[in-house]
């Protein structure tokens, strides 16, 4: 009996033991205000700021619940017009789609570089001037590396006339293209491109990290929905907080950025030195240091005129930059 009312005690003990422990774990857990979805499983290392803003907690900080979702170009964009999707991650693939009165706009930078041109060791090709009557293979007509090239070649003279475009649907696909002689050129996004370079497949003869016009410029924008960004400008506020959290901890800890993302699945890369060489890379902008921050509003005006001066781009750039980018009070929201 004795044994029985002990047994007893210890389970009231337990019981009352975690009753009191309900109210102090609810005053740890985040009060959120907002409940969003962010494509945030695109696999690719340059998202890091997404992943690692959900992983750390800063958007739970910033009161916002987060789930990450996967969306192909066309599922982002109709979400942004409608408001279904607050934010996300996006190169200057989406300047035509601004223009085309797509309910979007940039409100921040994300980080720099990611995109090569790369031809075979032996190739003859050196410079720009040398790609005129060269067949370019690209991952589709009109995306960033389309774009990229395009951009390159107008800017030296040399038109889409004067070359051909090849899309292929996968980037090892389009290494072996360029292995085979299919392609003179292969426009590739990291990591694919690092990789050719580093095993000596291919030799790079534009990096946009390093080289003009695209060195010192973002690759990557935060855009938003306008529709989200005039109905609830605060909840972007919070998440562009949130954001130059997770860019400043990857500024600051770039080895330990790589462990977490690809630990967790967010990123497919066995190299660890070479995810670390490109997060590096990256330049990710560390607002309260003030490094690799650059002027977004003068950072999407440059890429505007120079895509309108190319014929990518038709309107105006001073009346594009109007929709293009909005600035948002990072105050908004905070007590």
């Known amino acids: 009996m004795k044994k029985f009312f002990s047994a007893v005690s210890v389970v009231l003990a337990l019981a009352m033991a975690l009753t009191l422990a309900i109210p102090a774990l609810a005053e740890t857990t985040p009060e959120y205000q907002w409940k969003i979805s962010i494509p945030g499983k695109s696999g690719s290392l340059c998202n890091s700021p997404t992943y690692l803003a959900y992983e750390l907690g800063y958007f739970a900080e910033e009161g916002i619940d987060v789930e990450l979702i996967t969306a192909d170009f066309e599922a982002k964009k109709i979400g942004l017009n409608n408001g279904t999707i607050s934010t996300i991650n996006g190169d200057f693939q989406y300047f035509p789609s601004i223009e085309a009165d797509i309910q979007m706009t940039i ?3 994300l980080h720099q ?3 090569k041109l790369e ?3 032996n190739s003859d090709i050196q410079t720009v001037e040398d790609l005129k009557g060269k067949v370019i293979g690209v991952d589709e007509i009109g995306g960033t590396p389309y774009q990229v090239a395009l951009l390159w070649l107008e800017q030296n003279g040399i038109t889409i006339n004067d070359v051909q475009f090849l899309p292929f649907n ?4 389009e290494v072996e293209a360029l292995k085979q002689g299919v392609v003179d050129v292969a426009a590739l996004w990291d990591p694919i491109a690092s990789v050719t370079e580093n095993e000596g497949t291919a030799r790079t003869i534009l990096d946009i990290g390093k080289d003009e016009p695209f060195a010192g410029h973002y690759c990557c924008y935060l855009y938003a929905s306008t529709k989200v960004v005039e109905e609830q400008p605060e909840l972007i506020a919070a998440e562009l907080r949130a954001y130059h959290k997770a860019q400043a901890w990857i500024a600051e800890n770039p080895e330990e950025a790589v462990e ?12 660890h030195d070479l995810a670390l060489q490109l997060v590096k890379s990256y330049s990710y902008p560390h607002h309260e240091q003030g490094t690799n921050v650059v002027d977004v509003k003068a950072d999407v005006e440059y890429f505007a005129q120079a895509l309108y001066d190319i014929g990518y781009l038709h309107t105006d750039p001073a009346e594009y930059i109007a929709k293009a980018y909005t600035y948002l009070d990072l105050t908004l929201g905070q007590e």
């Open 260 to 271: 977490l993302v690809t630990k967790a699945g967010y990123v497919s890369i066995e190299d």
């Open 107 to 109: 409100v921040d930078g």
């Open 119 to 121: 031809v075979l060791p």
């Open 113 to 115: 570089g990611c995109i």
């Open 170 to 173: 996968d980037g090892s696909l």
